[in-house]
């Protein structure tokens, strides 16, 4: 038992050692991932882009995964869900990424204390938190196109009815 802990132990001081060794390095990430990662950093928070930035490396990897047709529903989502925080199709790979290697090590750790079910809590975590904060901003959006959507459409109405054209009564309202 003690052998064990002895190199569990050693393996976590490798994989801190190797950790501070990747941050440190020059990582090249393909042009679109750094296009996303730079232009999502402007409307993101700082846990947000620091999970982003942990993920990054492995978002292409998530991506082939989960296959094209399944990245084109995801796309579709997120852009339903108005592209809360940035979030891009990118980011939400490399989220789903860290969640997944955060729920799997936190599973781990609680299989080995024999708490099953809290196991079976970690692993939904690491599968489902990445779709509940997707989720959340789609009902929201929908909330706010639903409350805001009849007063829009009345004074659009009204602009119409006095003389102006569409376009420029469209116009008129955005301003409002």
Same mark, same amino acid.
């Given at each position: 038992?003690? %052998?064990l802990l002895a190199l569990v $132990? #050693?393996?976590?001081v490798f994989g801190v050692f190797k950790g501070i060794r990747m941050y /440190?390095?020059? +990582?090249? %990430?393909? #042009?679109? %991932?750094? %296009?996303?990662l730079e232009v999502g950093s402007t409307r993101t928070?700082? $846990? #947000? &882009?620091?999970?982003? /930035?942990l993920g990054m490396r492995w978002a292409p990897l998530v991506l082939r995964l989960m296959g094209p047709k399944k990245v084109n529903e995801k796309r579709r989502k997120i852009d339903m869900a108005g592209n809360p925080g940035g979030l891009t199709i990118d980011r939400y790979a490399a989220r789903r990424a860290v969640? &997944? +290697?955060l729920g799997g090590f936190a599973a781990f750790a609680m299989l080995s204390s024999g708490k099953v079910l809290m196991s079976l809590f970690m692993i939904a975590f690491g599968l489902f938190w990445g779709e509940v904060g997707i989720w +959340? +901003? $789609?009902r929201k959006r929908r909330d706010d196109i639903d409350r805001t959507l009849p007063d829009f459409l009345d004074v659009l109405a $009204?602009?119409?009815?006095?003389?102006l054209g569409f376009r420029q009564a469209l116009d008129r309202v955005a301003e409002k």
């Open positions: 038992m003690e %052998l $132990v #050693g393996l976590s /440190r390095a020059e +990582a090249t %990430l393909p #042009g679109d %991932l750094a %296009l996303a928070t700082a $846990v #947000g &882009s620091g999970i982003d /930035r969640y &997944s +290697a +959340a +901003a $789609v $009204v602009v119409v009815s006095a003389g």
